[in-house]
């Protein structure tokens, strides 16, 4: 926020250089963004009264100026200008002097003439009428009052100022006034505070002869308070207040309206004035606009109105877009007699979503949009008045409408000193504290170490230990921190055992070809009917997003197929041939307490599509990251995947996932036009698995016995449970089971399947014979035959 350094010495005696004001403010909080001195815009103008004009002998528009600038002698300018005259007091630039446009005045010649400077038009001291009155002129401007020859022109033009730009935070939005800034300098200056004190003389009458007030929607309005001004004299404001408002960057416009927004800067708090006699029906009614209303603001454009926006209405239609713009019908002009003064509490959100939707954005909005205080609202009233009674602006009318469903106590925190110390790690004494609080309006009492503060609703920031020890710390000083140095131990960091697990895994699928990708946990809620799941699966009971970035991310996903199938359909349409994709990610499963957050549990997924993939490189990889583990893989159901293609993973009694080829219904949803697998494995069942410990045996001395068998079984008979069944009857002689035929045909009968096996037997204590092997070959057949599983003849 931009401030005026003098406008700020209005309330506190500033004893210190700008720098050293500017040092303290940043470091209780308030950064400065910029200085600017507006002296240094004009060096060496001063105020010439013209004494003697003489028409320049070698020119028909020149005329030559004999000019007392204060000094011993006359100063001879040549002008151009025909609008001086003798007597006149102008500006005059002398030899060696800086405009505010930029242009550096040497002495010099015009057709001969000596001339030792320039004398000034409005539009070269980037003035306007608003600025100096007379200021756009088209010639040299004509000073109005009186000042001696001499005098600068930077003090006749009030720019003896520095405009300091305060940074300050949104947490901290009763600073956003000259008002607010002052206290907190007149804190870190150790300075008494000279905040008025309103007072004025009424005329009598009662407000509710004039107008009658309602709110219909407090929620919007927490309050409303209103007075009435009659017999107006409506005259341009006096100097001082334009010279603030200027310093603000605001245009003084007359006396009623400077003060509206003379009370804004100095306050707060924005405030409004009606035109008593344009208010129809002689009635103010607070309420949500109605569907279709329309209004016209004061910079005469047109707005459509929704029925969410809050509006200020007259018995008619809307009069003003509550806490943005006044419509243009009730405007404050110079023949209103009397006037409605405002001063509300608009919910910030509200004006906010408003502003936005009309495009609207003004100083009043900007602070409802960071927050008012709606205590503060009664003084800001209370200013605007005593400004009225003492400027005789009108006749202040008896009474106060003040609406609204309660005002809000101070809150009382009660925190002990020795824990503000213990926080800070700063002994700071207990007096110190208290007066330092009480100094930032935060009446504060201190018993048996026990400090007990009051916190008005204009500090709405300050809510507990921390907020009180900051304010302490911020105005008795940062620098008193005294540095030390870390003490503690240097512990090596370490990677948990669930991600040491993880990157093994991830090593073994790139020591495959494959690449890791990562996607968002949100999917869209229709995944589930794109993988064909039944309504009564599991997987369609997901966690929904209160607030998504859009439809696609409204649900957090219970399985990774869908973002697998994404990515993996992304780069077949962007013609790549082939890939090998995986990723680890968490399902979220909803928790049966709806108030808990849900069950994430790690897993990962599988992703292949391209020349030489099929189910077999799936189940090699699958295989691959098992391995250490004793899992077996049976027939699974999974919609989603080919029924013939699609095996469930086990580890004891457990599924930990499945794998298979890509249904072709769900391929072409999503536009494969080849044959896609995938796999997911939930990752704490796969690292809960008993790993066995690595044994390390010598190299066998003797030779192996191979014996092949040609097994006839029933065509359902899972091949993987047949080789179970041979290495378990096998023994500690059979060294490997190795499939290496499956047949079906004309030479078998209906039903059944020839599978056939090598066998290798070996032992590390000499060469086997047929004696030594039989025992175990029995067992095997034996065993089989019990699932309907004999030897093939």
């Not at 209103?336 to 936005?356: M, N, P, Y």
């Not at 009382?412 to 926080?423: F, G, P, R």
Request: glycine share 8%; aromatic share 6%.
């Amino acid at each position: 926020m931009k401030v005026s350094l003098n406008w700020l010495k209005r309330y506190v005696d500033i004893d210190v250089s700008v720098e050293e004001l500017c040092r303290r403010m940043t470091m209780a909080g308030f950064e400065v963004d910029g200085v600017e001195d507006l002296a240094d815009t004009m060096r060496n103008v001063v105020a010439a009264r013209l004494v003697k004009l003489e028409k320049h002998p070698d020119s028909d528009h020149l005329q030559i100026c004999q000019m007392d600038v204060g000094a011993d002698e006359l100063v001879q300018i040549v002008t151009g200008a025909q609008n001086v005259f003798e007597g006149a007091l102008v500006p005059a630039a002398l030899h060696d002097s800086d405009l505010p446009c930029g242009v550096h005045i040497k002495k010099g010649k015009l057709r001969g003439v000596p001339s030792n400077g320039m004398l000034c038009s409005g539009e070269e001291l980037c003035l306007k009428d608003s600025d100096y009155p007379g200021a756009e002129v088209n010639g040299i401007l004509i000073l109005k009052e009186e000042a001696a020859p001499g005098t600068d022109m930077r003090e006749i033009l009030h720019l003896n100022d520095v405009i300091i730009d305060f940074s300050v935070l949104a947490n901290r939005p009763d600073c956003q006034s000259v008002l607010g800034l002052a206290r907190e300098v007149a804190v870190v200056l150790n300075k008494e505070l000279k905040r008025p004190v309103p007072s004025y003389k009424t005329v009598g009458g009662s407000i509710h002869d004039h107008i009658a007030v309602s709110v219909r929607d407090f929620d919007l309005c927490p309050r409303y308070l209103g007075r009435v001004v009659t017999n107006l004299r409506v005259t341009p404001s006096p100097d001082w207040m334009q010279q603030c408002l200027r310093s603000a960057g605001m245009r003084p416009i007359n006396n009623i309206v400077d003060i509206t927004n003379f009370v804004m800067l100095e306050t707060g708090q924005p405030m409004h004035a009606f035109d008593l006699q344009d208010v129809k029906g002689a009635e103010i009614i607070v309420r949500r606009a109605a569907a279709g209303e329309q209004i016209t603001t004061l910079d005469g454009k047109e707005h459509n109105l929704t029925e969410d926006m809050l509006v200020i209405c007259d018995a008619e239609s809307p009069s003003c877009i509550a806490g943005i713009m006044g419509g243009q019908e009730s405007e404050i002009e110079a023949d209103t007699t009397a006037l409605f003064f405002e001063a509300a509490k608009f919910r910030r959100d509200s004006v906010r979503r408003t502003g936005r939707a009309l495009g609207i954005h003004t100083e009043s909005s900007g602070r409802f949009e960071k927050g008012v205080d709606i205590v503060n609202t009664a003084y800001a009233m209370e200013r605007a008045l005593q400004l009225i009674d003492e400027l005789d602006a009108g006749d202040i009318i008896d009474g106060t409408i003040d609406l609204n469903n309660g005002l809000p106590e101070d809150r009382v925190l009660t925190v002990k000193a020795a824990d503000i110390e213990a926080l800070l790690g700063v002994s700071i004494p207990t007096e110190t504290m208290v007066d330092i609080l009480n100094r930032l309006a935060l009446p504060t009492t201190e018993e048996n170490g026990v400090l007990t503060c009051r916190v008005p609703s204009i500090r709405d920031d300050i809510e507990g230990r921390a907020d009180i020890a900051e304010e302490v710390m911020r105005i008795y000083g940062y620098d008193h921190i005294v540095g030390t140095p870390m003490k503690g131990a240097v512990l090596r960091g370490t990677l948990t055992d669930e991600r040491r697990k993880t990157d093994r895994l991830k090593a073994l699928l790139i020591g495959q070809g494959a690449r890791e990708i990562t996607t968002y946990s949100f999917i869209n809620r229709k995944a589930a009917d794109t993988l064909l799941l039944p309504e009564d699966d599991i997987r369609r009971d997901v966690v929904a997003l209160r607030n998504p970035l859009s439809e696609e991310f409204g649900v957090m996903r219970s399985q990774l197929f869908t973002s697998m199938l994404t990515v993996l359909a992304t780069n077949y349409n962007r013609k790549n041939t082939a890939a090998r994709l995986f990723e680890t990610g968490r399902l979220f499963i909803p928790n049966e307490d709806a108030d808990l957050q849900p069950e994430e549990r790690p897993a990962l997924c599988l992703g292949f599509y391209g020349e030489g993939e099929d189910f077999f490189t799936m189940k090699g990889a699958v295989e691959l990251l098992c391995r250490g583990t004793r899992a077996r893989f049976t027939a699974s159901g999974e919609p989603f995947l080919h029924p013939g293609r699609q095996a469930a993973i086990w580890l004891g009694d457990e599924v930990i996932g499945v794998f298979g080829e890509v249904h072709p219904d769900v391929a072409e949803k999503y536009g494969f036009g080849v044959r896609v697998y995938v796999a997911q494995l939930e990752l704490p069942l796969l690292f809960a698995a008993e790993k066995p410990l690595v044994r390390y045996q010598p190299l066998p001395r003797f030779p192996a016995v191979e014996r092949d068998l040609a097994l006839l079984c029933d065509e359902d008979l899972p091949v993987g449970e047949i080789a179970d069944i041979i290495r378990r009857a096998g023994g500690r002689l059979l060294e490997t089971v190795t499939l290496f035929d499956v047949y079906k045909g004309a030479q078998i009968e209906a039903g059944k399947k020839s599978v056939a096996f090598s066998l290798t037997f070996r032992s590390s204590e000499g060469t086997l014979t047929d004696e030594q092997i039989s025992p175990a070959l029995n067992k095997i057949f034996k065993n089989l035959k019990e699932k309907d599983c004999i030897l093939r003849t």
